[in-house]
């Protein structure tokens, strides 16, 4: 095996040598350079004995599914064991070695003399098989062993927020602050929206850029979209952190740029009242028509920091405002903007949680929105959101303001999915095994799909959920067979109305692309995100992923999409690959 991985190492340094050549001579560089690479590519699967990976087996014994070591009490809470697991992309390759695997194709390749080791498709068999597992990071599951992956849906985006913050300020993110789900789905990729439900389902996949043996299969759930004005009369509660650590630009004077925002948006029958805690909670302001936007102005204008952080305090309070608002049809939620730093009364996010576990059951939902940097409570927040039925969003910045107060008020305000969850379930004579990419703190065990009394996620009008899978078929499937059922999608969630509907989509092996260049950009830009993820997070899964592959399929993904949070994007990965 060493002999082979070794006559792999040589061949890449041919490739590299043909490729300074091509630049050399006439003609133009970016087309001697690919066909380089397929001339290399075609090298690749001659060099095997048979054309199957190098890689030794490892025991699935300790591979997890989803719902492993899930609580028994069927709370959901998302407390799942991910202990290290030997099943780390292991195992004999695939038919499918002839596809064309070059992560990002399409995009530009590496000019003569760059490093091209971290091609899609380059040889993996150097790579210890195996790696430790970092905290939290799902393995690879057996199908035979469990073919059911069961989770919570979630629509937060803090995490992405908050390491764009770090990076952009020199700082590296925190790998177990990195939630792969959270990156990939603070972006839009233009799913349709629903025609006969409130939810839909959309399936693509393409070669995986961590493994040249593997699929990326992308599932995405749209939200159906609602305009602004056609939302129900909402009721918003601030609960705000005017504690002593507030006292910073990006903390305090940013809520009240956020509120300012805010209450432009507002309709004049939607009511908004602020409730400021440190030491203690006090009402600020009792709930009042944006008819009245004076009186709102001059109460923001009137926030000051100074005191401890009793986020209990300001809970209970901001609550007690909620619940005498609290109108069936109508909007409701309480909106808590801090930086996490709760350092008196109740500190514990899951007793915290529990103490407003009903109000939630009764239509009065949570959002938490985070400010500031060091020394921010990123688990707080995500995990308050997660216990109350919530969503989370970090803000940095006064135009992440207006994505979240703006431009996604209604997406963040109006629910139209309660406890949604998702299972998917794979053909066992199709796929090997799979593993599910993020979500680690959503888990639901399998059992408890049609439970609902089992707490998930929730969805807003409009919102996006985008899950990437990576997955090896078995031996001898083959895309062409495109007829052949490869997994099953379903989704369960209740109404508002207190109705359950579960709806299902097949997933086909021809919904999956040959080539990564067959993709649409959308397929391309959800995958990119969620290997930038994976890298941030030291993930073992992307130890073959190097910085200059990403960087050029994110500078790809700039020029074709000409989009701000895809320019912005790029220059991310730009600044991780230098810090």
Not at 448 to 469: K, P, R, S
Request: aromatic share 6%; hydrophobic share 35%; net charge negative.
């Amino acid at each position: 095996m060493k002999s082979d991985a070794t006559n792999k190492r040589r061949m890449m340094a041919v490739f590299l040598a043909v490729s300074l050549s091509a630049a050399a001579c006439g003609g133009s560089g970016d087309d001697n350079a690919r066909d380089a690479e397929e001339n290399f590519s075609t090298t690749i699967r001659q060099s095997g004995d048979d054309g199957s990976s190098d890689d030794s087996t490892a025991s699935d014994d300790d591979a997890m599914s989803d719902d492993a070591a899930m609580s028994d009490d069927g709370s959901g809470d998302g407390s799942v064991d991910l202990a290290q697991s030997d099943d780390a992309m292991e195992g004999d390759g695939g038919e499918e070695a002839d596809s064309e695997r070059s992560f990002g194709a399409t995009t530009v390749v590496p000019a003569a003399g760059q490093d091209a080791s971290g091609e899609f498709g380059s040889d993996r068999s150097s790579q210890p098989a195996e790696a430790p597992n970092p905290p939290r990071i799902r393995p690879f599951v057996d199908v035979n062993d469990d073919p059911f992956s069961t989770f919570a849906l979630d629509v937060d985006t803090g995490s992405y927020s908050l390491a764009r913050n770090q990076l952009n300020n020199g700082q590296r993110p925190d790998p177990d602050a990195v939630r792969v789900e959270e990156f990939v789905n603070s972006f839009d990729y233009s799913y349709a929206n629903p025609t006969r439900r409130t939810l839909g389902i959309s399936v693509d996949g393409a070669p995986s850029p961590f493994d040249a043996d593997n699929y990326l299969l992308r599932i995405g759930v749209q939200g159906e979209r609602v305009r602004d004005e056609d939302r129900p009369t909402a009721h918003l509660t601030f609960v705000v952190d005017t504690s002593g650590s507030m006292d910073t630009v990006n903390r305090l004077p940013l809520v009240k740029e956020s509120l300012r925002l805010l209450v432009d948006e507002l309709e004049d029958e939607d009511t908004l009242a602020i409730v400021t805690y440190n030491n203690r909670g006090d009402i600020l302001l009792q709930p009042t028509s944006v008819r009245d936007d004076d009186i709102i102005l001059e109460a923001i204008d009137s926030l000051r920091p100074g005191g401890s952080t009793n986020l209990e305090a300001g809970l209970q309070v901001g609550y007690e405002l909620a619940r005498e608002v609290n109108e069936d049809g109508d909007i409701n939620r309480v909106i808590v903007a801090s930086d996490g730093l709760a350092n008196a009364g109740v500190t514990d996010v899951g007793e915290l949680g529990r103490q407003i576990r009903d109000d939630a059951d009764n239509g009065i939902r949570l959002m938490t929105v985070g400010y500031g940097l060091n020394g921010f409570n990123d688990e707080t927040m995500e995990q308050l959101a997660d216990q109350s039925d919530g969503v989370y969003a970090y803000v940095d910045t006064i135009d992440e303001a207006e994505e979240v107060f703006e431009n996604n008020l209604t997406a963040n305000l109006y629910t139209i999915a309660i406890d949604a969850k998702i299972q998917v379930e794979f053909e066992e004579d199709v796929v090997d095994r799979y593993r599910l990419i993020g979500f680690e703190n959503r888990g639901v065990r399998d059992q408890d799909f049609t439970n609902d009394d089992v707490d998930a996620g929730e969805i807003g009008a409009g919102h996006q959920v985008t899950a990437l899978y990576e997955i090896r078929l078995q031996r001898g499937v083959r895309l062409s067979d495109s007829i052949d059922k490869l997994a099953e999608v379903n989704l369960r969630w209740e109404t508002t109305r207190g109705g359950i509907i579960e709806i299902d989509e097949s997933v086909r092996l021809g919904d999956v692309s040959e080539n990564w260049s067959d993709t649409s950009d959308e397929f391309k830009l959800a995958g990119t995100v969620g290997v930038f993820a994976e890298m941030l997070r030291n993930s073992q899964y992307a130890e073959a992923v190097d910085w200059t592959m990403v960087e050029n399929e994110a500078r790809f993904l700039s020029e074709s999409f000409n989009r701000s949070d895809v320019d912005e994007f790029y220059s991310l990965v730009q600044q991780a690959g230098r810090i």
